[in-house]
């Protein structure tokens, strides 16, 4: 991965004909150089879409991914299918898909061990709840969903981190610059060698100051990266912003 990275979410959003003119008007408005430092998780049914139209100049993610390589699963996709895609990376234990879904830590731990041992990069995102940082556990609660990187040993460096707030996804709610630099300070003295990205109502008239921190390797962008003038406004800002 290279960053500061920009990675857009595109959640359950998106025809493949709605994907091929978003790509369209991206790879038109944006230099190589720049495209290099951008991914995108489109959703299952338009990766092969936006990888063709890519053609290699942007990561591209898959949202989620079962650890088995095949079986009956139904539903699942696995690693090998999405590497037939072209995919390079994987969304792993989203909020979405710890609350909405109700997806474990253990099925995570293990939907993250299968992605790093298919030889796939993971963004592994971790976040509190509302309540959770009201009732003073936000560090515990991290601290639980960190717990299975220390054990993927050398495939550790196929892991970015993503802190998200579940308080802040969707919601409008930004967390503030000292909210962020806190938790991704706290996460860099934890794993020194591992990039961070911020994820949460992040928008073109607040990327400036998050990605003004140092601890700050770029943002996971939900909705605001539905819009490309929108999304070319954030890589423009951080890019900007990183002196690159
Ligand atoms: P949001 O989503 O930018 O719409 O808050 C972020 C995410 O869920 O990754």
């Not at 709610?173 to 949460?200: C, D, N, P, T």
């Amino acid at each position: 991965m290279k960053y500061p990275l920009l990675a857009a979410n595109w959640k359950m959003n998106m025809t493949r004909d709605q994907a091929r003119t978003f790509c369209r008007d991206l790879t038109a408005k944006l230099d190589p150089a720049s495209l290099s430092h951008v991914l995108i998780a489109p959703p299952y049914t338009a990766i092969e879409t936006v990888a063709s139209c890519l053609s290699g100049s942007v990561r591209i993610a898959a949202q989620n991914c079962h650890f088995a390589p095949n079986g009956a699963f139904t539903g699942e996709i696995s690693t090998g299918m999405l590497i037939d895609l072209g995919v390079n990376a994987v969304i792993i234990g989203h909020s979405e898909r710890r609350h909405v879904f109700h997806e474990s830590q253990d099925l995570v731990t293990h939907r993250l061990r299968g992605v790093v041992e298919s030889g796939l990069h993971a963004i592994y995102c971790v976040g509190e709840t509302l309540e959770e940082r009201e009732s003073g556990r936000t560090f515990d609660v991290l601290e639980a969903q960190l717990e299975p990187l220390p054990n993927l040993g050398s495939a550790l460096d196929k892991v970015t981190l993503a802190y998200e707030p579940v308080w802040a996804i969707g919601t409008g709610k930004v967390a503030s610059v000292e909210q962020i630099a806190e938790v991704h300070g706290r996460l860099k003295e934890r794993f020194s060698s591992l990039a961070v990205l911020y994820g949460g109502s992040v928008k073109s008239d607040n990327i400036r100051s998050i990605a003004s921190l140092s601890s700050v390797d770029g943002a996971l962008i939900g909705g605001a990266s539905l819009k490309v003038d929108e999304f070319l406004a954030i890589i423009r800002e951080t890019l900007i912003v990183k002196g690159v």
